[in-house]
Nanobody, 114 residues
Framework: QVQFVESGGGLVQPGGSLNLSCVVS????????MGWFRQAPGKQREYVTL???????AYRDSVKGRFTISRDNPKNTLSLQMNSLQPEDTAVYYC????????YGRGTQVIVAS
């Protein structure tokens, strides 16, 4: 059974930083494309960033230059370093297999507010 356990969210002021982690069990994250997704209040879940099995990365335009996805293969953990956070980054953040998506974990809440 595949499980995703996200952590690292919190309340941060605009311009601040957070580092999210996702411990994955049931699949090896370096064998498939993995992604981070987010869902803001009242909105649909959206793609944020992905990392391929080869280590290539891609980002949605609004986070380019601010967010960095990475992985720790021995720990089977996906990370998301978020810098220069803005109020519009407020959302619950989830990690998942990029395609096809599997069942989502509980996510971790990120609130960017002064």
């Amino acid at each position: 059974q595949v499980q995703f356990v996200e952590s690292g969210g919190g309340l941060v002021q605009p311009g601040g930083s957070l580092n999210l982690s996702c411990v994955v069990s049931g699949i090896r994250i370096n064998t498939t494309a993995m992604g981070w997704f987010r869902q803001a209040p009242g909105k649909q879940r959206e793609y944020v960033t992905l990392i391929t099995a080869a280590g290539d990365t891609a980002y949605r335009d609004s986070v380019k230059g601010r967010f960095t996805i990475s992985r720790d293969n021995p720990k089977n953990t996906l990370s998301l370093q978020m810098n220069s956070l803005q109020p519009e980054d407020t959302a619950v953040y989830y990690c998942n297999k990029y395609s096809p998506r599997l069942g989502y974990g509980r996510g971790t809440q990120v609130i960017v507010a002064s």
